[in-house]
């Protein structure tokens, strides 16, 4: 669904790239999760398959197309078949809940008729159905947050990108918001999510994705947010130590398993 | 459906930038204004030219008592010398060009001035021996002028030969020159228009770039994201040229055809007919200034 061949993307020619020789596929129907410190490139990962900005070296394939040969005009319909939800919800504050999820289909031209039926649903599956006459300020961030999500699932995308869709939330919130994406994932849609948040990588055991300043350096199965693993020393002192591919307890993702 | 969708987001775009929507309609409605009023100003001159210039005629004006000119040195005009501009003017060498002519007496000619000038206070001031009597030629073809001039200028007993249609060329001219600055104003007004314009698109895509950033990401074309700008921009400045069209009608019926036709029955003038002839231009012109401007500017401030 989504594959990254060799993607460089240098921002500024005096820093490191953002992203250096990313080779990655995440395949139909995957959840994974993208994580690194901060600046370590995730977001600059979910605006290369957004097509926002384009890799400087390599290329990046969405849904089988390679993005740097979209036509600018046909840009737009590539986006409907992806979904995005940020950390700061971006709702419209003058429009009710119906209507931020409704907007996603009025701009794409979709009737009144298929969007009276399709947004109810899509709000009962973000158990937003009680509220949908609530102005955004009315809501919980939580709240705010599963209307974000309806609004990027609207359109019945195949692809769902979240960049630190909890970033700010409680833990317990967070947990809410997990089950919709991972509902959302079981459906069918590719998940991937960008975060910090270990408690949410280690306790959903779905893939993980690995970068470092701009390099990917761990990709596994059902992994966990490992970047510093407590060791006990032989003499009993505690520490906290960098991830290492020998410390994986599972082998690392074989990425010839698939193609798109 | 989705015009309906249009439609409101022009709607609230317009509430939303409702100070800078109404400079924008004033702009452009001074600017189509000074614009529609120098095309009028032409069209008046087209239709006094076409109503003038079959009627004015040469005027040679024949001596009094005392005219500092060098053929009236003698004093007035004597008998034989009008009859030897008479036949002057019904010789072979004159005839081809005449097409009529008429002798005007000072009481003719007081009579005239009279009638022209009856609301002014000179009328009781002025006396038949103030006023040279004439002979009126209207000319075959009116260019031909300095033949007449040529032939009558140096006869005994005449004063001058006179061209009318150089008086009413002043006119033109300055009607000319009144156009002129007309355009002038128009175009620095145009300049501001278009300014205006693009300042009131970009504030309205910073007010509404959240809109737009999310339109962006759910994939809504290019052209569903940028006709509210643009239309805005064109809503604005097509209000500004029907109130220039209103104004400019406005001013033809009730100053041009209410006054001025009334006091000046022997003269041409515009009527709302020519009013409705270069409404469609201003209308078409503001919409044309608005568009551009707005797409030029969403180019460079709207990200689709
Ligand atoms: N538009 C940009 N212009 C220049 N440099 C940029 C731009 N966007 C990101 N960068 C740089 O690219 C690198 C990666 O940024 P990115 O936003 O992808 O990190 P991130 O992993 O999302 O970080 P965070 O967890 O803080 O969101 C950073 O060094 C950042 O400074
Ligand atoms: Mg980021």
Known sequence: MIRFEHVTKVYDQKSRP??????????????????????????????????????SRGSVHVAGQNVAGIPNWRVPRMRRGIGVVFQDFRLLPN??????????????????????????????????????????????????????IARAIVNQPGILLADEPTGNLDPATSVGIMNILDKI?????????????????????????ELDEGKLVRDEQAGEYTAMIPIVNRDGSRELRTADPRDQAIAPFDTEEDEA | MRLA????????????????VISVVLVTFISLTFVGAAALTQMQITQMKGFWYDKVEVAIFLCGDDYGSQTCADGAVTDSQRSAIKSQLDSAAVKPYVESYEYESQDQALEHFREQFKNSPIVDTVTADQLPESFRVKMVDPEKYDVINELFTPMKGVDTVIDQRDLLEKIFSVMNVASLVA????????????LLVATTIRLSAFSRRRETGIMRLVGASKAVIQLPFVLEGVIAAL???????????????????GKLAIEYPDTAFIATNEVFLVAPGLLALGIVLAGVSSVLTLRRYLKV
Request: with cysteine; glycine share 10%; proline share 1%.
């Open chain 2, 183 to 194: 355009v002038g104003i128009a175009v620095v007004m145009i300049f501001c228009a278009v």
């Open chain 1, 95 to 148: 429009k009710d809940v119906f209507s931020n999820v409704a907007f996603a289909m009025q701009v794409i031209g979709k009737g009144r008729a298929s969007i009276r039926s399709t947004v109810p649903e899509v709000l009962k599956t973000v158990g937003l159905e009680d509220k949908k006459r609530r102005m955004p300020h009315e809501l919980s961030g939580g709240e705010q947050q599963r209307v974000a």
């Open chain 2, 239 to 257: 209000i500004g040229a029907v109130l220039a069209s209103g104004t400019l009608w406005a001013v033809v019926k009730y100053l041009i055809q």
């Open chain 2, 5 to 20: 969708f249009i439609l409101g987001e022009i709607g609230s775009g317009l509430r939303r930038n409702l100070s800078m």
């Open chain 1, 185 to 209: 994932n079981q459906n069918g849609t590719t998940v991937v999510m960008a975060t910090h948040d270990t408690d949410i990588v280690n306790s959903m055991r779905r893939r993980v994705i």
């Open chain 1, 18 to 55: 953002a992203l250096d020789d990313i080779d990655v596929e995440i395949n139909r129907g995957d959840f994974a999760f993208l994580v690194g410190a901060s600046g370590s490139g995730k977001s600059t990962f979910i605006r290369l398959v957004l097509r926002e900005d384009q890799a």
